[in-house]
């Protein structure tokens, strides 16, 4: 079969199942539906299960219908999401590469209760030995006694590199969390009741193409004067704009759709259809653009540490610890590749991890933002 | 899935009327077989189908959906995904589809074959004119090129009826309107003069008077031009329209084929004895598919819907508001069913939203079950709401995708604050009886079922509340026929226990012919005619009226036949054009287009 | 439209208003301005306060000083802006127009190289969708999303700029490094190129070939120090650009198109010689541009003469391909003029701000003045074109997958256009209608992305301001920044929006 690929048509199988709220093909494809591998084919079994009141249509038993599989395990949607997302490869190497840098991080040179295995602090200098080169090996395997290297005060760089990705993931973390909580809200409102509600909402989503959000963000890490805690407050403020653009988007589609129009026409109070009806439907985009605002802060934070309004000494951060170094770059390169490479890694694996979700939840990937 | 034997094993009845090996084909589908790779494993999506077509002639494969009756004809283009493969043979005027090169094929796509689309609203380019979607396909091919090229566009846009064919060529495809979109998308397919067109449901998507003259203008092309059609439908009143032949599609294989009487009117094979059994016709009025209605309704019953002069207004930013509904009265007694007719941008949807308190009415009296909704208090309207149900149109979009079914259909009883858990529950397994579900899906997702099926869910939602009213917006039209003759049927029986009165929303006048007591007939945003049943249908008196019923096409191709000389009868006595094929000498036709065929490019 | 574009103007101007007063309070409580002062063990330490006090008018309240600030800038709408004095007594005028030209520029010319790049490798992998190029340029877009800017930036400077500076000194490529710059070029086309395992595998070794074959002569002939194209390499160019055009227009096989094209690359042979001493010491780039005029209209001349049928596309193709045969005549004599930049500039590529060499000091001809003033550009604009490439790429890759599954791409193949018809005449156009949306948003983020690498690289520029005043608390520096970024950024926005409606015909009039 000479058959040259051609991109699908509109006759293309449903592939996915099950289909996306949205989409607008559920269940509407002009093919036999693929997803029960057992269902039989054959057009004598293929009735309804369970149904002994037929009869007086003539040839019920030809029906197109999908027999209902009593026997099939029945999967809801946040199921097979699960399923598509564990499947994903990328994203399951970067939820354990994840893992591991997170709980490195607080496990080694312990965080509040927690613990440490690693005893150097990160404050305290010491001799410098051999040029305060790294002693760990991958080959054959060695941890040594400093397995990062030391700086020039000779302090233990592997403790201030764990001190640092503490900061960091700690900032991250509670930006994504408090920002997507921000964005919903306000998202889903100025989606569902309109009026000024949106349109205060359009204009600050605005205000972040006037002003570019890495200097509002500096300007506000500066006022929080190097404390974590407001720093993440700050950058929650800034970061729900994103998605609050994007629930709004999804919430105005969502309110057209019929199953809203026929809880409104039941009589459903908007409460009950916003958080029973519309929000569940919109979790795929909450929980995608809420691990990209992770993934985004963490870059955001480390390029305030560098450029001095993030974290501040005696404290540090990745950012902050490159800014250090930048300049022994020649001499102890180490001491630069270390925090990049993680916040590298950190980014990346979650930007993979969003990416995993994306296609779990949204298996067409036609979602052109907005 | 895909065992060696998912054959269909049973029966297949073959009638007269197949080309013999002598007589000229044009397109020849030879035991074509196609499968479906997917994560799932292989889908048989078409199972060794034989079917062939003359020059001039009409041969229409009929099927519902997931029949593989689509796969099946984009063989011929070779369109289909990669994850297709195909086995068999498809010959397109001689040549062998499966053999030749791309750049052959290419050559050989809207050149010898070509297609007409079911979508006319997404099948053209939104931001290319349709003057250079015309001229493309024409140059490509070598047919003509530059000022010729665009003069013959002119031209077959003249032909398929298009007024200002100079004006239109300039335009972008959103400033046309559904018919004349297709017009050109059909203008854009005679353009080369194929030998063979494949018409993939041109007509769905469109109302039923513009449907009729689509087919009319098809059927002169085929005349004109001696073109060969493959006509792909679901609908077994365009099967009787157009069509000389006809093959029955089933789960990817053909179950029955003839010339056109004898599968319509004599059918042999189960699956399409079900088919037209479950197709309901114009005229045939009451009693069809075993589904009765209960015909007497108290004329003194106090009345659920009254409408007086009701204008509904949407707003537009910088213009005049658009008037979607007109000084509209009409009324619905307790107990009735009142059918709303109207082809798309009537406003009967409008009306229907406006009855469930979703659309202000901006003036005029709406008064449900006795009280004015145009005026009322958020709680009042709450408490109205418990006595109204609704169904839509859509299944896939009217149920919400993460409520398990169960609890979609306790919707209503948990927003009223109605019974306790047990309670609900064992109405949620009355309701699923009487919509003839198994009581299992309760807890299953409405992914998992399909769309009649969801639709049945719909109306076990509609009638949780056991309410007074039933406001039903086109329930039946996103189904096939077998699905939807079982739907009305449990809608008939369910109005009959329960007693309801009913809105019942639709394009689809046999339907309404099927179940309505008395009929509302809207065009524009203004009722047209309104009355009992039996006078709308039988002995319409608007020049309107008339038009629609005479376009809906009946199942039967000499009633069809008899149907059609009538209507244009009327069109002319109403002083309106017949569409067909402006052409005059078909000779020059095809000599122009046969200009030099070696000479493409590409 | 007009209302439609006036509307926006009037939103865009209060968001800027809103957005200053922001951007004010922000800044002037974003720290201690005296904090420096306080600390200080000068005797005068009470009189220096109550003088900065004085000059910064910390007396005031916040939205007092907002009004004075505002009063001055609103001068602007008239021409005559008064933007202040910083907390130095510097007048922010003038600081801005010596800051803002370079950072504007640096960040115009990332926008449109990442536009273009972003969007061609977008395309490229929707078509190529789950190819290994896709995977890569997925992957890559990625990497670029997560890296963060600084640290590229500092490793660019690393290796892009000490180290290149020291390899040019005496350029000598190992046998190895050959080999991996061959394999890395063979890589790159034989994915770009595609079409089948074979084919691929022939590009790969062909291609591997011609580049290690063509490095090793370079390293031979001291290319590196002292590059050229010579006039084979400029016609085989010139050949190159009128084949992609053809196949980006009607394929190879439309005889009288190809021989116009032809027909271009000869006349521009005989050019070469002709403007020869012209383009060898041009007085400026007004020579430049003119000549680039001539070629084009040469060339639309050819196409219009000889184009038959098709006049239209074949002046599209030759003026085309003369434009990029007068290019590549350019490049050589740029190629020419680097061992002399060499000469002058031992250490070529800049690494601290503006090292280049002060203009009046510099003697040389038209092209050194090109080096002088291109090589500090190359790495900032490296850095900025990276981290939008990412954002491009990806969006357009989905677009463009959306677009080609529309019914009207059936329509259009259907009719049997090929795929490269249906891809750039088809899909391209409204793949690119979403597109548009980002570029606004996209502009703001590398205006802030200035800052970091303007940090990084020293440069003198609005970041740099930016910086110094946030550091000091001096709103002065930071709301001319603001100002500057803002104004751009509406300006962008503008038109984006213009683009949109010529794009999509639907919300056009």
Same mark, same amino acid.
């Given at each position: ?25 559920e269940?509407l ?14 057009p ?8 002994g009141?037929?009869?007086?249509l ?16 029945s ?14 490869r ?49 080959w054959?395997f ?5 397995? %990062? ?8 760089? %592997?403790?201030l590199?764990?001190r ?13 969390l ?30 972040f ?5 890495l ?7 500066k ?12 950058l ?13 988007g999804?919430?105005l589609?969502?309110r057209e ?35 990209l ?31 250090t ?14 925090p ?8 990346l ?22 | 899935m ?14 007269s ?8 084909v ?13 994560e ?20 229409a494969?009929? +099927? ?8 099946t004809s984009?063989?011929a ?12 043979a498809?010959?397109?005027?001689? &040549? ?6 791309e750049?052959?094929m290419?050559?050989?796509? +809207? ?5 007409v689309?079911?979508e ?5 380019n ?43 060529m300039?335009?972008y495809p ?11 998308v ?21 109302d039923? =008077? ?36 006809v ?6 294989e ?8 004898e599968?319509?009117?004599r ?16 005229g045939?009025g ?5 589904i009765?209605v ?39 007694r &307790? ?5 709303l007719?109207?082809?798309s ?20 009296e709406f008064?449900l ?9 958020k ?8 006595r109204i149900?609704?169904?839509f ?25 109605? +019974? ?7 109405k ?10 198994p009581r ?19 109306v076990?939602r ?12 086109e329930p =039946? ?12 049927k449990?809608?008939?029986?369910l109005?009959e ?9 639709s ?13 509302v ?15 709308i249908?039988e002995?319409?008196?608007?020049e ?11 199942p039967?191709?000499?009633?069809? +036949? ?22 005059d000498?078909?000779d ?15 | ?17 809103l ?7 922000a ?6 301005p005296l ?10 330490r009470d ?9 910064m008018?910390?007396d ?9 600030w505002?009063?001055g800038?609103?001068?602007?709408? /008239? ?7 910083s ?13 803002a030209g370079?950072?504007?520029?640096? /960040?115009?010319?990332s926008v ?9 490798l977008?395309?490229?992998?929707a ?5 290994g ?5 997925t ?19 690393e290796?892009?700029a $000490? ?5 040019i ?7 190895t ?8 070029f ?17 590009t790969?070794v062909?291609?591997?070939?011609? /580049?290690?074959?063509a490095?090793? /002569? ?9 590059p050229a ?11 190159a650009?009128?084949?992609?055009f ?7 096989s439309e ?6 094209g ?9 050019? $070469?010689f002709?403007t ?13 541009l003119?000549l ?6 040469v060339g ?37 003029n ?15 701000g ?15 003045f090109? $080096? ?8 900032p ?13 990806r ?18 193949r259907?009719?049997?256009?090929s ?16 597109i ?31 910086k ?8 002065g520096?930071?709301?001319? $920044? ?9 300006f962008?926005n ?11 015909p639907?919300?056009?009039r």
């Open positions: 079969m000479n058959d040259k690929p051609t991109p699908p048509g509109d006759d293309r199988p449903e592939q996915d199942q099950p289909p996306v709220p949205g989409s607008g093909r269940g494809s002009p093919e036999p539906m693929p997803h029960d591998p057992a269902a039989p084919q054959d004598d079994v293929a009735d309804e299960v369970s149904e009141t037929d009869g007086e003539p040839g019920t038993r030809y029906s197109v219908e999908k027999q209902i599989d009593l026997t099939q395990k999967y809801s949607q946040g199921q097979l999401v699960r399923r598509r997302f564990f499947r994903h990328g994203a399951m190497i970067s939820l354990f590469a994840l893992l591991f840098v997170t709980v490195f991080a607080f496990t080694s040179i312990g965080y509040g209760i927690i613990p440490g295995w690693w005893k150097k602090p990160f404050w305290e200098g010491g001799l410098v030995e051999n040029g305060g080169r790294p002693t760990l090996q991958i054959p060695v941890w040594g006694e400093h397995p %990062f290297g030391q700086d020039n005060a000779g302090k233990d760089y %592997f403790s590199t764990m640092g990705t503490q900061r960091s993931l700690i900032v991250a973390f509670t930006v994504g408090v920002s997507t909580f921000i964005g919903t809200a306000i998202g889903a409102i100025a989606g569902y009741y309109r009026g000024w509600i949106e349109g205060v909402l359009m204009r600050i989503t605005d205000l193409i006037v002003i570019p959000a200097v509002l963000a500096a300007v506000f890490g006022m929080a004067n190097g404390g974590i805690w407001p720093l993440a407050f700050l929650s403020v800034i970061g729900w704009t994103g998605l609050a653009r994007l629930v709004r999804e919430v589609s969502l759709r019929e199953f809203v129009t026929a809880a409104e026409a039941i009589g459903t109070g908007s409460g009950r259809i916003v958080f029973k009806h519309i929000l569940p439907n919109t979790i795929g985009t909450i929980i995608v653009s809420a691990t605002a992770i993934a985004s802060t963490i870059l955001v934070e480390s390029a305030l540490s560098f450029l001095g309004w993030g974290v501040q000494a005696p404290d540090t951060s990745l950012g902050l610890l490159i800014s170094y930048q300049t022994s770059f020649q001499n102890r390169p180490w001491l630069f590749w270390w990049g490479m993680i916040i590298l890694v950190i980014a694996s979650v930007n993979f991890l969003g990416d995993g979700l994306r296609d779990a939840f949204d298996p067409r990937q036609n979602r052109t933002a907005d | 895909s065992t060696p034997t998912d054959r269909y094993a049973g029966p297949v009845y073959t009638g009327g197949a080309p013999g090996d002598d007589d000229e044009v397109l020849d589908f030879d035991d074509v077989d196609v499968r479906f790779k997917t799932f494993g292989s889908v048989h999506a078409v199972k060794g189908v034989d079917l062939r077509v003359r020059p001039g002639e009409v041969v494969l009929v +099927g519902e959906s997931g029949s593989g009756k689509s796969v984009m063989t283009m070779r369109l289909l995904p990669r994850n297709a493969t195909i086995g068999g498809v010959n397109v005027a001689g &040549k062998e589809v499966g053999r030749l090169s750049s052959r290419r050559r050989m796509r +809207g050149n010898d074959v070509a297609m689309f079911q006319p609203m997404t099948a053209l939104p931001v290319l004119t349709i003057g250079t979607q015309m001229v493309e396909s024409m140059e490509l091919h070598g047919v003509a090129r530059a000022q010729a090229a665009i003069d013959r566009a002119v031209e077959l846009l003249g032909m398929v009826g298009i007024p200002e064919p100079e004006r239109q300039k335009k959103h400033e046309l309107s559904g018919g004349q979109r297709q017009r050109v059909i203008a854009m397919a005679i353009s080369c003069d194929p030998k063979v067109i494949i018409a993939d449901e041109p007509t769905t998507a469109l039923v =008077t513009v449907q009729a003259d689509i087919l009319d203008l098809l059927r002169s092309l085929k005349d004109k031009l001696n073109t060969g059609i493959l006509l792909i439908t679901h609908n077994m009143g365009v099967v009787a329209d157009m069509a000389d032949r093959a029955v599609m089933f789960k990817g053909i179950v029955e084929r003839g010339t056109v009487e599968v319509l009117l059918p042999q094979h189960e699956y399409t004895k079900m088919l037209l059994g479950s197709v309901p016709r114009m045939a009451r009693g069809q598919m075993g009765s209960k015909e007497d309704v108290d004329q003194d019953a106090p009345l659920a819907i009254e409408l007086k002069n009701l204008v509904i207004e949407y707003q537009r930013l910088g213009k005049p508001p658009f008037r979607a509904v007109d000084d509209v009265s009409f009324d619905v &307790k107990g009735e069913i009142v059918g007719v109207g082809e941008g009537s406003g009967k949807s409008t009306i229907g939203r406006c009855a469930l308190g979703l659309i202000p009415a901006a003036s005029g008064r079950l006795g009280e004015d909704v145009t005026r009322m208090s709680r009042d309207l709450k408490a109205l709401r418990k149900g609704v169904i149109q859509d299944p896939a979009a009217s149920l919400n995708p993460r409520l398990p079914i169960g609890e979609c259909i306790a919707e209503p009883l948990v927003v009223h604050k109605m +019974g306790d858990r047990k309670s609900r529950q064992k949620v397994y009355d309701l699923l009886d009487a919509v003839q579900l299992e899906v309760y807890n299953r997702y409405p992914h998992e079922v399909s769309g009649g099926q969801r639709q049945r869910i719909c076990a509609a009638l949780t509340l056991d309410p007074e009213l039933l406001v039903a917006d =039946t039209s996103a189904l096939d026929v077998s699905v939807q003759a079982r739907v009305l449990i809608f008939a029986e109005q226990q329960f007693g309801f009165a009913c809105l019942f929303i394009h689809d006048l046999a339907v309404i012919d099927l179940l309505a007591h008395r009929v007939v809207l065009q524009n945003g203004e009722v047209v005619e309104a009355g009992p049943r039996e006078q249908m002995n319409p008196q608007e309107y009226t008339q038009r629609l019923i005479a376009a809906a096409p009946v039967d191709p000499i009633e069809q +036949g008899q149907r059609r000389r009538e209507r244009h009868e009327l069109l002319r006595a109403q002083g309106e054009e017949v569409a067909e094929l402006q052409l000498d078909p020059a036709f095809h000599g122009l287009s046969a200009a030099d065929p070696e000479q493409d490019q590409l | 439209m007009l209302q439609f574009i006036l509307r926006r103007i009037g939103i865009s101007a209060l968001v800027l208003l957005g200053s007063a922001l951007m004010f309070f800044t002037i409580n974003a720290g201690d904090f420096d002062l306080r600390e200080s063990r000068a005797t005068n009189q220096l306060i109550a003088a900065r006090i004085e000059l008018h910390l005031m309240p916040w939205w007092q000083r907002y009004l004075t505002l009063a800038a609103g001068k602007c709408l /008239v021409l005559q802006c008064d933007l202040g004095t907390r130095d007594g510097a007048n922010i005028n003038s600081l801005l127009l010596s800051s370079a950072s504007l520029r640096l /960040v115009s010319l449109a190289l990442a536009i273009v790049i972003g969007i061609l977008g395309v490229l992998s078509i190529r969708q789950y190819s190029f896709d995977y890569s340029i992957f890559l877009a990625f990497l670029f999303f997560s890296l963060p800017v600084f640290w590229a930036a500092v490793l660019l400077k290796f892009g $000490y180290r290149f500076n020291n390899w000194a005496d350029p000598v490529l190992s046998t490094a050959m080999a991996v710059i061959a394999l890395i063979a890589l790159v086309v034989a994915a770009v190129l595609g079409g089948g395992l074979k084919r691929e595998a022939i790969f062909v291609t591997f070939a011609v /580049v290690f074959g490095v090793t /002569v370079f390293d031979r002939v001291q290319w590196w120090r002292q194209l010579g006039l084979p390499i400029i016609v085989l160019g010139g050949l650009a009128l084949a992609f053809l196949v980006l227009t009607v394929g190879l005889r009288r198109i190809l021989y116009s032809l027909g271009t690359v000869a006349a521009g042979v005989v050019a $070469y002709v020869a001493p012209l383009v060898e010491n041009p007085s400026g780039w007004g020579t430049i003119l680039a005029l001539v070629a084009a209209a639309a001349a050819i196409g219009w003469f000889f184009g038959g049928f098709e006049k239209k596309i074949a002046m599209f193709v030759c003026s085309g391909t003369a434009l990029a045969f007068a290019f590549l005549v350019f490049m050589d004599q740029l190629l020419r680097w061992g002399s930049f060499l000469q002058v500039a031992a250490r070529p590529i800049s690494t601290i503006d090292a280049r060499i002060p203009y009046a000091k510099l003697d040389g001809n038209f092209y050194i090109i $080096y002088n003033w291109g090589v500090q550009l190359i790495l604009t490296i850095v900025l074109t990276l981290i939008s490439i990412a954002g491009y790429s969006y357009t890759r989905s677009s463009m997958l959306e677009t080609i599954n529309q019914d009207y791409i059936r329509t259009a259907s009719k049997g256009l795929d490269r018809v249906v891809y750039s005449k088809h899909a391209l156009r409204n793949a690119l209608i979403p548009t949306t980002i570029v606004a948003f996209d502009f703001a983020n590398l205006l802030g992305g200035a800052v970091v690498t303007e940090t990084v690289f020293g440069w003198k520029g609005l970041g740099d301001m930016f110094t005043g946030l550091d000091f608390v001096d709103p520096p930071v709301m001319a $920044y603001y100002v500057v970024a803002g104004t751009a950024a509406v962008m503008m038109i984006a929006d213009i683009a949109y409606a010529f794009l999509d639907r919300i056009r």
